[in-house]
């Protein structure tokens, strides 16, 4: 099953406005990141935040990390047209307990700044 | 700094026919190499990975093969496509399973069976 899930699955903002997307997980992680991905493209790693971490901020991102709840957040603020793009997660984590690590990604948010 | 190119960018097959996809990596040594397919609105189904040369690991029993014939080069194989191999497939790579290193994507190839 997917680790990570993104809610909402669809965003819709006007730009200028802030846009926050959602990630919940179920297992332990060594860390948790944020990629996008823009219509027909590969994916983008944006930022990383370690599992003893709470905050990290890059530029108009910042992402929270609530190892207690199993969920993260990301807020792009003063959205722009060009963040139109699809966001997902991805949680790094022991993988089948054979001593290997994993990055198992969600279904993603599709966000839609409108100018 | 570090490229990977993926090709062909898209593709249309019969069912039944073969494929194969290439992945390359430049300027990094010994990386660590992903396929992963993603479905229309879908997340990313990591299909196998590589630590190294000849070294694949399966991750979903499938009709597709990966292979490894050198270091920064992965390829994606199939003998019989089926209609259920359509999607959109990506390649990436990274430095190391075990650290905090991001996944770096190629630009994908959109599979077609018709």
């Known amino acids: 099953s997917q680790q990570g899930e993104e809610d909402p699955q669809a965003l819709s903002i006007q730009e200028g406005e802030n846009a926050t997307m959602n990630c919940s997980y179920k297992t332990s992680i060594n860390n948790l990141q944020w990629y996008r991905q823009n219509s027909g493209r590969g994916l983008v790693h944006l930022i990383l935040?370690?599992?003893?971490?709470r905050e990290k901020h890059s530029g108009r991102l910042r992402v929270t990390l609530d190892t207690s709840k199993k969920s993260s957040s990301l807020l792009i603020t003063a959205s722009r047209a060009a963040d139109t793009a699809s966001y997902f997660c991805?949680?790094?984590?022991?993988?089948?307990?054979?001593?290997?690590?994993?990055?198992?990604f969600g279904k993603g948010t599709k966000l839609s700044v409108i100018p | 700094s570090q490229t990977i190119h993926q090709w062909p960018a898209t593709l249309v097959q019969p069912v039944g026919s073969p494929l194969s996809l290439e992945c390359t990596v430049e300027?990094?040594?010994?990386?660590?190499l992903y396929w992963y397919r993603q479905a229309a609105g879908r997340g990313l189904q990591l299909l196998f990975y590589?630590?190294?040369?000849?070294?694949i690991s399966s991750e979903v029993p499938q009709n597709l093969s990966a292979s490894r014939p050198q270091d920064r080069q992965f390829i994606l194989s199939s003998k019989k496509l089926l209609l259920s191999d359509s999607g959109f497939y990506l390649c990436?790579?990274?430095?190391?399973?075990?650290?905090?290193?991001?996944?770096?994507f190629g630009d994908g190839t959109r599979l077609s069976i018709l």
């Open positions: 300027g990094t040594s010994n990386p660590n």
């Open positions: 935040i370690r599992s003893n971490e």
């Open positions: 990436a790579w990274s430095l190391g399973l075990l650290s905090d290193q991001p996944q770096h």
């Open positions: 590589s630590i190294g040369i000849d070294q």
């Open positions: 991805a949680t790094h984590h022991r993988y089948s307990g054979a001593g290997s690590y994993q990055l198992t």
